[in-house]
């Protein structure tokens, strides 16, 4: 994990294949959600779609993960196993894709609502909705890893939240998990400093109580210790000179998460504001600029 690979245009390019592909598996999926599916049932629904675009989904035996794509319920906060659990009103979801298209991976997250959110679901969710935005609107040539994390932390502490320390964004392209590591913690002006051509994953894991996570024993699903709410978003980042490109960037709109304005978590302070608003939207499929 020592080496930071600086992608080429040509690799930049199948990245944004794969990056494009991910990010309409994870809108394809996201229509499915709903109360009483299981989330094998996911799983079949985002095989079959990436298998159907002549990709591979990453997960699938990696490591000896069993599934195609993981599936985070509830307290669960990662690599949960897709199996017979059922979903329910008022559960929360993230489902976790990766696929692999012309010898490049594409990595994006999200968190679904089943039903109607209980309130406390829907803050955790927009939460982290939120923090992904400003930790891509730290992204630029220049600035360092640590500002990603600080950014987000700042927010998430700020909402009465906490942030995962164990599971961190990563650096990806031919293989799945590569340098550097992206921690969503940390403090400004620290860490590696960001070069054009860069490319890794901003993943923030928020819990609704404390950060301390404990893995169970299939040796995957990670839960939070307390027992209360978990929520995800991720995207694949691209650093430009200019900011960053967002590779897993969605056409439109997820089903069943993408649904509550921003305005309603209440105000940024002004710096945050003034980053998320030069930043844009990470859904918008826009190039950023902090």
Request: aromatic letters at 6%.
């Amino acid at each position: 994990m020592s080496s930071i690979e600086i992608k080429s245009a040509s690799q930049i390019e199948r990245m944004r294949k794969s990056g494009k592909l991910a990010a309409a598996t994870l809108v394809h999926a996201g229509r499915h959600i709903r109360a009483g599916i299981t989330t094998d049932d996911i799983n079949r629904i985002v095989h079959d779609f990436i298998i159907g675009h002549s990709a591979y989904p990453s997960p699938l035996n990696y490591k000896g993960f069993p599934k195609s794509v993981c599936t985070s319920v509830n307290e669960v906060v990662c690599h949960g196993i897709p199996g017979p659990q059922v979903l329910h009103d008022g559960d929360i979801i993230n489902v976790d894709v990766t696929t692999y298209l012309e010898g490049y991976h594409g990595d994006t997250s999200a968190t679904f609502y089943v039903g109607t959110p209980s309130a406390e679901g829907r803050k955790v969710v927009e939460v982290s909705r939120r923090a992904l935005e400003l930790g891509i609107a730290e992204v630029r040539e220049g600035a360092r890893i640590g500002d990603i994390g600080a950014a987000i932390q700042e927010y998430a502490e700020s909402q009465g939240c906490s942030v995962v320390r164990e599971y961190v964004g990563h650096g990806i392209g031919r293989e799945f998990h590569m340098a550097p590591h992206v921690p969503h913690f940390g403090k400004r002006g620290t860490e590696k400093r960001l070069k054009a051509g860069m490319t890794f994953t901003i993943e923030p894991m928020v819990n609704l109580g404390s950060h301390e996570t404990h893995r169970l024993d299939d040796e995957w699903t990670v839960v939070t210790k307390d027992g209360r709410l978990s929520a995800q978003f991720e995207h694949t980042i691209l650093v430009t000179r200019e900011g960053c490109e967002v590779l897993t960037a969605r056409e439109e709109p997820l089903q069943h998460s993408e649904t509550f304005p921003f305005a309603e978590l209440g105000p940024l302070s002004t710096a945050a504001a003034l980053r998320a608003r030069n930043g844009g939207s990470a859904s918008a499929g826009t190039a950023l600029s902090a």
